[in-house]
Nanobody, 126 residues
Framework: QVQLVESGGGLVRDGGSLRLSCAASGRTVSSYAMAWFRQAPGKEREFVAASGWNGGITYYADSVKGRFTVSRDNAENTMYLQMDSLKPEDTAVYYC???????????????????WGQGTQVTVSS
């Protein structure tokens, strides 16, 4: 069993930056595919970014491409999401997810992932 805990959310102004962390415990996740999703009030959970096993391959939603960067620290068993040039429309609860699959093409569908964190709130004010 894997437990995921997100942190780093908060309130930031338009154009600001935040760095989210997703700390995994229970198993080493270096061989897992992992991803970030977000969910705004009244909207469905949407894909943000994904990292293939070992962090070698990364994918981004068009809405965040060029502004967000996903990375991993295998020694810390942690995934990060660096968010720059934040916009009010980035406001949402951000979740990390993982699946024990050494995939280099992780899915953008939330139903593909087995483990989820509890989420961290990101609010961008205009």
């Amino acid at each position: 069993q894997v437990q995921l805990v997100e942190s780093g959310g908060g309130l930031v102004r338009d154009g600001g930056s935040l760095r989210l962390s997703c700390a995994a415990s229970g198993r080493t996740v270096s061989s897992y595919a992992m991803a970030w999703f977000r969910q705004a009030p009244g909207k469905e959970r949407e894909f943000v970014a994904a990292s293939g096993w070992n962090g070698g391959i990364t994918y981004y939603a068009d809405s965040v491409k060029g502004r967000f960067t996903v990375s991993r620290d295998n020694a810390e068993n942690t995934m990060y999401l660096q968010m720059d040039s934040l916009k009010p429309e980035d406001t949402a609860v951000y979740y990390c997810a993982a699946i024990p699959m050494a995939s280099s093409n992780p899915s953008r569908s939330p139903t593909w992932y087995r483990y989820w964190g509890q989420g961290t709130q990101v609010t961008v004010s205009s």
